[in-house]
């Protein structure tokens, strides 16, 4: 649907082999999010060192700078997938959802619908098809494609909106409490998935919330079991990982990417870090 530039694609699972390279691994992933629908057939996946066979009736949702393998998929694999930017997700993740969501999607990216839930998200998906052809029928720069256009991103939004609503009906989360605490862990999340590229220190996004380093690390510890630098090196090193998996950048380029000073100060951080200099995790 990218055609009429709209902030999300759909993704023919039927055509799932014009997405995936030869080892397995699902293209254009990095700074991505998305998910998958299972009508028909059973599909196996593999995220960072999990492995989930996604069975008729389960979503699988992805997030960014998250290793994704296609293992496997039956030949009668139906279903529909849809994916979007990190820049168009985050506003539904802080206005709806809370931080306990965000980091159990991380962890547990895969739910199993009910029929009824599942029936609404392919009748929204399909409504949003049609809406696209009659689109396409219409003139352009008519009142009418204006209209239908803004039509058509009320429909997506509705549809990102359902997703996250049955995850959280499904993984029977309680509300989160709405401490001062709390809010501090939900505006750390989404700040470090706008900012880990360019910002890899704690006393960035403490100052954001003027909180004093010491403070802010430990009401991350406290609440997410993990160190604020812990949260930060994953993100910075998963991208870094995806980039040197995925994508023919030279190491110099992906170091500016994600813009370390020089491409030695990069090699010697994603060595500390992963045991291996990043020459030697692509050949490995």
């Given at each position: 649907m990218s055609y009429?530039?709209?902030?999300?694609?759909?993704?023919?699972?039927?055509?799932?082999?014009?997405?995936?390279?030869?080892?397995?691994?699902?293209?254009?992933?990095?700074?991505?999010?998305?998910?998958?629908?299972?009508k028909k057939g059973w599909v196996k996946v593999r995220l960072n060192e999990s492995t989930y066979v996604i069975r008729e009736g389960d979503m699988y949702i992805y997030a960014p700078s998250a290793f994704i393998n296609i293992v496997a998929w039956s030949d009668d694999l139906e279903g529909i997938a849809f994916k979007s930017t990190l820049d168009y997700i985050l506003?539904?993740?802080?206005?709806?959802?809370?931080?306990r969501t965000i980091l159990n999607i991380r962890s547990k990216p895969c739910i199993t619908l009910n029929a009824e839930q599942q029936r609404s998200i392919e009748e929204l998906a399909d409504l949003i098809d049609r809406k696209v052809q009659i689109y396409q029928q219409a003139e352009e720069k008519?009142?009418?494609?204006?209209?239908?256009?803004?039509?058509?991103?009320c429909l997506s939004e509705a549809l990102i909106s359902e997703m996250f609503l049955y995850y959280v009906s499904n993984e029977s989360l309680e509300p989160d409490s709405s401490s001062h605490k709390d809010k501090i862990i939900q505006t750390f999340i989404t700040s470090l998935f706008k900012n880990y590229k360019r910002e890899r220190e704690v006393q960035f996004y403490a100052e954001q919330q003027c909180l004093t380093p010491r403070y802010f690390s430990s009401i991350v510890k406290e609440r997410t079991g993990r160190t604020a630098l812990a949260w930060i090196s994953e993100m910075v090193i998963s991208?870094?990982?995806?980039?040197?998996?995925?994508?023919?950048?030279?190491?110099?380029?992906?170091?500016?990417?994600?813009?370390?000073?020089?491409?030695?100060?990069?090699?010697k951080y994603f060595k500390r870090l992963t045991g291996m200099s990043p020459r030697e995790y692509r050949k490995a």
């Open positions: 009429i530039n709209l902030p999300f694609q759909k993704i023919n699972i039927s055509e799932m082999s014009n997405y995936i390279d030869k080892d397995g691994k699902l293209n254009s992933v990095l700074n991505l999010c998305g998910f998958l629908l299972c506003p539904f993740i802080e206005r709806a959802t809370s931080q008519s009142n009418q494609r204006k209209f239908m256009k803004r039509e058509l991103e991208s870094a990982c995806q980039m040197l998996a995925y994508s023919d950048l030279t190491v110099k380029e992906i170091a500016l990417e994600m813009n370390f000073p020089t491409q030695t100060f990069f090699g």
